[in-house]
């Protein structure tokens, strides 16, 4: 198993600009979520999806959207990129209903904001 | 989700148990307490849940106080590897939406040879 993957690692965008950033997971899990880490704090949430078809919001939603179409796929539009979005973002998933709710984290995008 | 407390920061000397302590007041009796850590730059990894009974993995032991105001991760020979934030988060297990992580800052455990 590939477990969490997102692409891209790194991307600059301009202020305005719009992008999406993609996360895929193999391992069947229903439940997905995105976060955000700004420097020297911890997670946030942005959106979550407790399975395909059903996306609810975070802590922090503003300025993003989420769409979750099939179980594997969970990507991220950033809709007019503004510096304030500047951060790592980490997708996540888990079993929906598991004994252990334990959560898989991927490597993270690196995105920086001009 | 209750608030949990870590102390900012901690230091270990290689080859010795790193004990991190986490206080959880307010943890309601459905409410696990998880550990996950990050690794500079890279997605948190989990390490231990449990609930009230103390528990052992092979990465480390949670102890949890009978009135599970609060818990110790210990990692029991810790490595230079073992460097990074450790968090401690208190969440009910039911998923779905409860399956949200409420990070705080974590502790930042540096292993010094």
């Known amino acids: 198993n590939a477990g969490v993957t997102q692409t891209p690692k790194f991307q600059v965008l301009k202020t305005g600009q719009s992008m999406t950033l993609q996360c895929a997971q193999d391992m069947n899990h229903e439940y997905m979520s995105w976060y955000r880490q700004d420097p020297g704090m911890g997670l946030r949430l942005i959106h979550y999806s407790v399975g395909a078809g059903i996306t609810d919001q975070g802590e922090v939603p503003n300025g993003y959207n989420v769409s979750r179409s099939t179980t594997e796929d969970f990507p991220l539009r950033l809709l007019s990129a503004a510096p304030s979005q500047t951060s790592v973002y980490f997708c996540?998933?888990?079993?929906w209903g598991a004994g252990t709710d334990t959560q898989y984290f991927g490597p993270g995008t690196r995105l920086t904001v001009l | 989700d209750a608030k949990t407390t870590q102390p900012p920061s901690m230091d270990c000397a290689e080859g010795r148990a790193a004990n991190l302590p986490c206080n959880h007041s307010t943890i309601s009796g459905n409410e696990y307490v998880y550990w996950y850590r990050q690794i500079h730059s890279q997605g948190p990894q989990y390490i231990i849940h449990?609930?009230?009974n103390n528990e052992t993995n092979e990465m480390a032991s949670l102890i949890i106080t009978e009135d599970r105001k609060s818990s110790t991760l210990i990692l029991p020979h810790a490595t230079l590897r073992d460097t990074a934030v450790y968090y401690c988060i208190a969440q009910a297990n039911y998923g779905g939406s409860q399956g949200n992580l409420i990070f705080g800052k974590g502790t930042k455990l540096s292993v010094k040879p």
């Open positions: 996540a998933s888990s079993s």
């Open positions: 449990g609930l009230k």
